[in-house]
């Protein structure tokens, strides 16, 4: 028989959504106990040089502080302190947690250190990004789930947190358009472009027409 704990590996970037996915991987290790929680949180960079060079692709990244490895070992182990002092009975739980900062892409870091530790879960939380801003700023999640090779389980914001897509008002000179063709056209000269033309189907009387198809085009 094995005497390999049962290893979690939940990445953090101190966000509200990392603090959830931080109680969940918690729990997961806590049901498998013994186990490991090891809490991983990475880093771009920890030097000024490494700083600018990592920032090159988007201005401003650079303007706030950098830590050394030190300390934002010690930045972790302070959060995971507040963080986790708040569960119960933590060592009666024999959950072992274990403080990681890691210079490297997040991506690849959380995943590599996962498979350096032999883990059996990552858990991650998802921002929820949509469109632009997922398209920029890419998705930790997704990379997770592409690039790791042991069990993940995703944590979704709470449905309050979900960003609302902006959606237009109704065009004026569309509704001008349909309230002055009693609803016979639909768009306005401009968005008519977009629609193309449209179809309307009635519902045809299958005993007197020619076909047994009920939808007559006109």
Same mark, same amino acid.
Request: include cysteine; charged fraction near 15%.
């Given at each position: 028989?094995?005497?390999?704990?049962?290893?979690?590996?939940?990445?953090?970037?101190?966000?509200?959504?990392?603090?959830?996915?931080?109680?969940?991987?918690?729990?997961?290790?806590?049901?498998?106990?013994?186990?490991?929680?090891?809490?991983?949180?990475?880093?771009?960079?920890?030097?000024?040089?490494?700083?600018?060079?990592?920032?090159?692709?988007?201005?401003?990244?650079?303007?706030?502080?950098?830590?050394?490895?030190?300390?934002?070992?010690?930045?972790?182990?302070?959060?995971?302190?507040?963080? +986790? %002092?708040? *569960?119960?009975?933590?060592?009666? @739980?024999?959950?072992?947690?274990?403080?990681? =900062? !890691?210079?490297?892409? $997040?991506?690849?870091?959380?995943?590599?250190?996962?498979?350096?530790?032999?883990?059996?879960?990552?858990?991650?939380?998802?921002?929820?990004?949509?469109?632009?801003?997922?398209?920029? +700023? %890419?998705? *930790?999640?997704?990379?997770?789930? @592409?690039?790791?090779?042991?069990?993940?389980? =995703? !944590?979704?914001?709470? $449905?309050?947190?979900?960003?609302?897509?902006?959606?237009?008002?109704?065009?004026?000179?569309?509704?001008?358009?349909?309230?002055?063709?009693?609803?016979?056209?639909?768009?306005?000269?401009?968005?008519?472009?977009?629609?193309?033309?449209?179809?309307?189907?009635?519902?045809?009387?299958?005993?007197?027409?020619?076909?047994?198809?009920?939808?007559?085009?006109?």
């Amino acid at each position: 028989m094995s005497n390999k704990p049962f290893v979690v590996v939940v990445g953090t970037d101190y966000s509200q959504q990392a603090s959830r996915a931080l109680k969940v991987a918690f729990e997961q290790a806590s049901r498998a106990a013994p186990a490991e929680l090891h809490v991983v949180h990475v880093s771009l960079a920890t030097s000024p040089e490494t700083a600018v060079r990592s920032a090159l692709p988007f201005a401003g990244l650079a303007a706030s502080p950098v830590l050394s490895l030190e300390e934002q070992q010690a930045l972790l182990v302070k959060h995971l302190d507040a963080a +986790l %002092g708040a *569960v119960p009975v933590v060592q009666e @739980r024999k959950v072992r947690v274990i403080a990681h =900062v !890691v210079v490297n892409a $997040p991506v690849f870091g959380l995943t590599q250190l996962a498979s350096q530790l032999e883990a059996d879960l990552i858990v991650v939380g998802s921002h929820g990004r949509r469109g632009l801003a997922r398209w920029l +700023l %890419g998705s *930790v999640a997704d990379g997770v789930v @592409r690039q790791a090779n042991c069990a993940i389980l =995703v !944590v979704p914001p709470e $449905p309050h947190e979900l960003p609302v897509p902006a959606i237009e008002p109704a065009c004026p000179e569309c509704v001008t358009a349909r309230s002055a063709s009693a609803g016979q056209e639909l768009w306005c000269a401009q968005h008519r472009e977009h629609h193309g033309r449209r179809h309307t189907y009635h519902q045809g009387d299958r005993a007197c027409a020619d076909t047994n198809f009920p939808l007559v085009v006109r």
